[in-house]
C-alpha cells in the first residue's frame, strides 16, 4: 500500500514561499500520478496541483496559476509543491494523495493523511 507523508507547511507572510514536500513509502511512487489538494474549515477539500506519474505531465487550479509549480524525484520517492506569492487564501491545510493510475484524470484513489497547515497572514 502506497503511504504518503506530507510536510513543509508553515507560517508565512503574503507574498512569500513554501516548498511542500508528499514523501512516499510502501508501493513505488513512478507508478501513480499524484495530487496535492487543500482544504479550509467548512468547505470542500480543493485539488489544486496534479502531475502524472513520469513528471511530463502537471495540472494547476486556476486559483493557483503562475504561483504554484509541482514536480516530483522518483529516485527520492518525493513529489513537490512549490507556491510563490501566497496570499491569505492559499491559507489551509494540504495534503497529497495518488490518483488510480499514471495520469491526473479522476479523483483521489488512497487514503488521506494529516497534512501540513499552511497559514499566510501578516
Known amino acids: 500500500q502506497l503511504q504518503l507523508v506530507e510536510s513543509g507547511g508553515g507560517l508565512v507572510r503574503p507574498g512569500g514561499s513554501l516548498r511542500l514536500s508528499c514523501a512516499a513509502s510502501g508501493l513505488p511512487l513512478d507508478q501513480y500520478a499524484i495530487g496535492w489538494f487543500r482544504q479550509v474549515p467548512g468547505k470542500e477539500r480543493e485539488e489544486v496541483a496534479c502531475i502524472s506519474s513520469s513528471g511530463g505531465r502537471t495540472n494547476i487550479a486556476d486559483s493557483a496559476k503562475g504561483r504554484f509549480t509541482i514536480f516530483r524525484d522518483n529516485a527520492k520517492s518525493t513529489v513537490y509543491l512549490q507556491m510563490n506569492m501566497l496570499k491569505p487564501e492559499d491559507t489551509a491545510v494540504y495534503y497529497c494523495?495518488?490518483?488510480?493510475?499514471?495520469?491526473?484524470?479522476?479523483?483521489?484513489?488512497?487514503?488521506w493523511g494529516q497534512g501540513t497547515q499552511v497559514t499566510v497572514s501578516s
Open positions: 494523495n495518488r490518483k488510480g493510475g499514471s495520469s491526473c484524470l479522476g479523483v483521489a484513489f488512497g487514503s
